[in-house]
């Protein structure tokens, strides 16, 4: 029986098949060959009991990609949750996310939520800053169901890591897409002796034939890692069209002369929000120490 990985704990794996979710254990051979089973992995399962449904997983199906952080396998894009107000959106915390996914070549949706108690300007400025950098963004309201349609089209036939703070609504959010969500998580907390209200590890929940969503312990730091501060140019999409116009090759854009991207920046076609945080991430860049 083949299925796929939803969720692991202290060494039982919960792998979602066409009869329901098996709790299995991992065969010994893969410690042997130094593979661990990941969340969204495509697995083989050898059952051991239907009632209830327990096994072994004997095979790992050849992996698309892995994820360090999360931990998990095979996912086609991912999705970042900000809340537009209470909490104020951590625009750092977000190019930094959007960097770690550029390094992945994983297509980002951005998600604001909260739509509902936002101001015109707030909605404005995050169109400004985030809808000219080439990444899809969408204004919803998790709390009154607004906008989950556009998000359900955007996982149709996907698997999609869902990500961002705690505070945001991702929970509101994935309770909505998949109802089942709670009664899930319910289920499986039984089981384990947990509690459901916080998630502590990354865990699929299927919305239809291929189509999952992960949700993911929130996030309140994220290094950027293995990028140096000249390569970090390329993870700002919007810097491109303007970078031809700079006086010198391998300009960084922050205190040389005659800098197109700076006159962008002037005239108001890159947003500030974004430069500034470009900023920021190459001084650290440019401050750490190599061993």
Do not use: W
């Not at 396998?73 to 930094?96: E, G, H, M, S």
């Not at 604001?112 to 309201?141: H, M, T, W």
């Not at 384990?192 to 919305?207: S, Y």
Request: one cysteine or more; aromatic letters at 8%; proline letters at 4%.
């Amino acid at each position: 029986m083949q299925g796929k990985i939803v969720k692991g704990i202290a060494g039982f794996y919960y792998v979602h098949t066409a009869t329901g979710v098996a709790e299995c254990k991992a065969r010994g051979i893969f410690r042997k060959d130094n593979m661990k089973p990941l969340v969204g992995d495509n697995v083989e399962i050898e059952l051991v009991s239907r009632e209830p449904l327990e096994g072994n997983i004997t095979r790992i199906l050849p992996r698309k990609n892995a994820l360090i952080r999360p931990a998990s396998a095979n996912i086609d894009q991912a999705l970042v949750i900000f809340a537009i107000t209470r909490p104020n959106p951590n625009y750092n915390l977000l190019d930094r996310f959007l960097i770690a996914m550029e390094q992945k070549r994983l297509p980002v949706v951005i998600c604001f939520n909260k739509k509902d108690i936002a101001s015109p300007r707030e909605l404005e400025g995050l169109q400004r800053a985030y809808g000219g950098c080439g990444y899809q963004v969408l204004f919803v309201s998790g709390g009154r169901g607004e906008g989950i349609g556009e998000i359900r089209k955007c996982l149709d036939g996907k698997t999609t890591v869902v990500a961002g703070p705690s505070g945001v609504g991702k929970s509101t959010i994935i309770n909505a897409l998949s109802p089942e969500a709670d009664m899930e998580v319910g289920e499986i907390s039984r089981r384990i002796g947990r509690g459901k209200n916080t998630t502590r590890h990354a865990q699929l929940f299927a919305l239809g034939e291929e189509t999952y969503i992960m949700d993911t312990p929130g996030f309140t730091s994220l290094n950027v890692e293995n990028v140096e501060k000249e390569d970090l140019q390329g993870f700002y999409p919007e810097f491109q069209e303007y970078e031809k116009q700079c006086r010198f090759g391998g300009c960084a854009h922050i205190s040389e002369p005659v800098c197109g991207v700076k006159d962008a920046l002037r005239a108001g076609r890159i947003s500030q929000v974004r430069y500034d945080n470009y900023v920021l991430i190459y001084e650290e860049l440019k401050g750490r120490k190599k061993y």
